[in-house]
């Protein structure tokens, strides 16, 4: 509003008609919301000859003052301009974004702080035909309370947390988290898209890490040691909305379950020349198929526990990428096919695809893609049903990128070594792939579940509080009455571990470093 030269009528004299200027007024009620929205009768103008704008303060008398030329003091409230749309029979819709943490705020904005109480008015301004002054009115002043952030928790495994995509350094040395990874994409494409919504957000995502590692056990560094990478990821968050006073998380970004059934060590035996071939041994792939069956009770335990920690709002859930696709066709194309062996390409000491990989024979590759990888993702896929997640599908988007494609989407075991200096990286995403596979399916879920978020929230606080206890309460009981099959699951996850960890290298192929192996 312009200090100089206007007519403002004070929402007190206004008539009737007047204050039906304003309907359907919705202002920021939910978690993270910074839009409000309100339906302005134009009166014959245009929308390019309305100016709409929400005036708002702590202190209600400078709002209410605001409208009165002797009495307003442009230090004491704040203004918001608003942007009008869908302009139909005489009619608009004023929609304004209050700025926040990740919002600048205008000349006349000002952030103001979850959990402040906010007094507020919409106000229209135009100049009158024939009229040398502007004429603003105003809805009367109301009140409202400004939200707490969005909470969203990203847990997950090493190909959650960005395994074989380092960049310049760990976000966490120990968990191997890095800035690429496909979750920490979207959730930066998230925030910086959707600037109506004010967020926080904990990632605890770790390489290595098993569903039990969410909800049962602290993270060893190996299995079977004592030293922890980082305690119980769900703890870990509860912890976090504790420290922050926050209520409730509103949305879980995970994935998980690779690493119950051993699928990322058993791969890696392959590739990393382990004694015996994974299809022919049939003691370790009857684990890998006991725990495949077994992923259904542990997702539910996890749920039980998270929902008896916490006020939980949406679950979004992705499952594996194939990394087992590419083969080259010759002239810069490559073939849908799983990954087969090619004695002239790991002869030459350009090509990514080297003695090791070349290892794993066609039998091999084909055995994995079938009786882990599909049965692994149907496993997600049917958790996700039961549960009511909501499910990110990318099993297919590295369809010809895969580990067999040098130009493609995954590490080889010299390309992980090259670019993180361990085999950590080996048949994980590298940065492109991330970027590729994970980023914008997510981001799109991660739109889709907040606006369903938004939707289903309970505004009234002591109801909402209320269905909380009880839904926690239910979920303790669940978990407890199940105690029984969670410690028989860790220790047999643990004898699985220790029995994949001790086939590693019985034979060492000799020495490989950055030097000797090609990108």
Not at 115 to 129: I, Q, V
Not at 169 to 184: I, K, P, T, V
Not at 348 to 369: A, I, R, T
Request: some cysteine; overall charge positive; hydrophobic content about 40%.
């Amino acid at each position: 509003m312009k200090k100089t030269n206007v007519l403002l009528v004070s929402s007190f004299l206004l008539s009737n008609a007047l204050l039906a200027q304003f309907s359907a007024i919705k202002m920021p009620m939910a978690p993270g919301v910074r839009k409000a929205t309100a339906t302005v009768n134009l009166n014959g103008l245009s929308t390019s000859q309305a100016k709409v704008s929400v005036v708002y303060g702590t202190d209600s008398m400078a709002v209410v003052n605001a409208f009165n030329m002797q009495r307003r003091d442009p230090s004491k409230y704040f203004e918001s301009p608003a942007t009008l749309s869908n302009a139909t029979n005489g009619t608009a819709m004023a929609t304004v974004i209050f700025p926040h943490k990740d919002k600048a705020a205008g000349r006349r904005e000002r952030v103001f702080n979850p959990g402040t109480k906010l007094f507020y008015a919409w106000a229209r301004t135009n100049t009158p035909a024939g009229a040398s002054s502007e004429l603003t009115l105003n809805s009367p002043v109301r009140s409202f309370t400004m939200p707490r952030p969005l909470t969203i928790a990203y847990l997950g495994d090493s190909y959650a947390s960005g395994e074989g995509a380092k960049g310049q350094a760990w976000l966490n040395e120990a968990c191997h988290r890095s800035a690429n990874s496909g979750g920490e994409l979207a959730i930066r494409k998230f925030k910086r898209e959707r600037t109506d919504i004010e967020m926080d957000y904990i990632n605890t995502t770790c390489s290595g890490a098993r569903l039990l590692d969410f909800f049962a056990v602290a993270q060893p560094v190996e299995p079977g040691k004592t030293p922890v990478k980082q305690g119980i990821q769900v703890d870990i968050v509860a912890s976090w909305l504790s420290r922050n006073n926050y209520d409730g998380l509103d949305i879980i970004l995970a994935d998980g379950g690779g690493n119950d059934v051993g699928f990322a060590s058993v791969v890696s035996a392959g590739l990393l020349s382990f004694l015996k071939e994974v299809r022919e041994d049939a003691q370790l792939m009857g684990d890998v198929r006991r725990e495949l069956n077994r992923l259904p009770e542990t997702y539910s335990l996890f749920k039980n526990y998270l929902e008896s920690k916490m006020e939980v709002g949406r679950v979004i859930w992705f499952n594996y990428p194939n990394p087992m696709t590419g083969n080259p066709l010759g002239g810069g194309r490559y073939d849908a096919n799983i990954c087969k062996q090619d004695n002239i390409r790991a002869a030459n000491p350009l090509d990514c695809w080297g003695p090791l990989e070349n290892q794993m024979s066609n039998q091999d590759w084909q055995f994995v893609h079938d009786n882990i990888f599909l049965v692994l993702n149907q496993r997600v896929a049917e958790a996700a049903a039961a549960h009511g997640w909501d499910f990110v599908n990318i099993a297919n988007r590295a369809l010809r990128n895969g580990i067999c494609n040098c130009e493609g989407y995954f590490n080889t075991l010299g390309q992980s070594i090259l670019s993180q200096g361990d085999h950590n990286g080996t048949m994980h995403p590298n940065a492109t792939g991330f970027r590729e596979i994970y980023r914008d399916p997510i981001y799109n879920q991660l739109n889709s579940s907040v606006d369903r978020f938004h939707t289903d929230y309970i505004a009234d606080a002591r109801a909402r509080a209320i269905e909380a206890a009880k839904q926690r309460a239910r979920a303790a009981a669940a978990f407890k009455a199940k105690m029984s099959q969670l410690t028989q699951i860790v220790s047999e996850q643990s004898k699985l571990s220790s029995r994949i960890n001790g086939l590693r290298l019985l034979k060492p192929q000799p020495a490989l470093t950055p030097k000797t192996l090609k990108q």
